[in-house]
């Protein structure tokens, strides 16, 4: 099973309202490969608290497809990978808003959250946001922009793999006694974890 990282920016308060996605592959312990794509909410109603995060406007998805159009292409690494995100139960709701929003049925999607993963692992750091766990593995991205972050959500993954001596990404879930989550057509169950005890 590979790996796929994911980062979803939103146009406004609303999760059914993403208007960029990034997407970071991992195979054999390395980021292989990162895409962004701008989207066209539905409503291309921007606010200017998002706008002042991640600097998308309305005149740059103009041109852009919609949400089924954009997630279309990467449904089926979507299906056959281990799906990672930061603080995923945000990202993952995006999802399923965003689907549900057009009428569409979510496609079965099997996650991990690196946020989880890294108050396990870091305990001491005294924040787990994207940005701080990456300066302390020592990788440098633009924040909030969706491609660097799915890009640092995998390298985080990959730090966390290495910190517990895990080759493969699919048994980092077990090794740190994580419930994997999963989306699916008829709802979801959460990424959980069953102890707060350092994983070592």
């Known amino acids: 099973m590979r790996a796929l990282a994911i980062d979803f920016e939103t146009a406004n308060e609303q999760r059914s309202s993403p208007c960029s996605v990034g997407l970071a592959w991992i195979e ?5 490969r990162v895409e962004e794509r701008l989207i066209r909410p539905k ?7 998002n706008i002042a995060v991640h600097g998308i ?10 949400f089924p ?15 990672i995100a930061h603080n995923a139960a945000f990202d ?22 690196t946020l989880k993963m890294a108050r396990m692992v870091w305990q001491d750091l005294a924040s787990h946001r994207l940005n701080e766990v990456s300066r302390h593995i020592d990788f440098s ?12 959500c995998g390298e985080v993954a990959l730090a966390v793999a290495r910190k517990l001596n895990v080759s493969a990404m699919r048994d980092l879930p ?20 069953k102890r707060a005890k350092p994983a070592r």
């Open 28 to 32: 054999d312990g390395a980021v292989i």
């Open 43 to 49: 409503d291309m109603r921007f606010s200017r608290f």
């Open 57 to 66: 406007r309305p005149e740059h998805v103009e041109d852009a497809a919609e």
């Open 69 to 83: 159009e954009v997630m279309e292409e990467f449904e089926d690494d979507l299906g056959d990978a281990l799906v």
């Open 92 to 113: 993952m709701s995006v999802m399923r808003a965003t689907y549900a929003l057009y009428g569409i049925a979510c496609p079965d999607i099997d996650y991990v959250c």
């Open 141 to 152: 991205f633009k924040h909030h922009n969706a491609a660097e972050d799915a890009h640092a």
């Open 174 to 193: 077990t090794r740190l006694e994580m419930t994997t989550g999963r989306l699916h057509a008829s709802g979801y169950s959460p990424c959980s974890v």
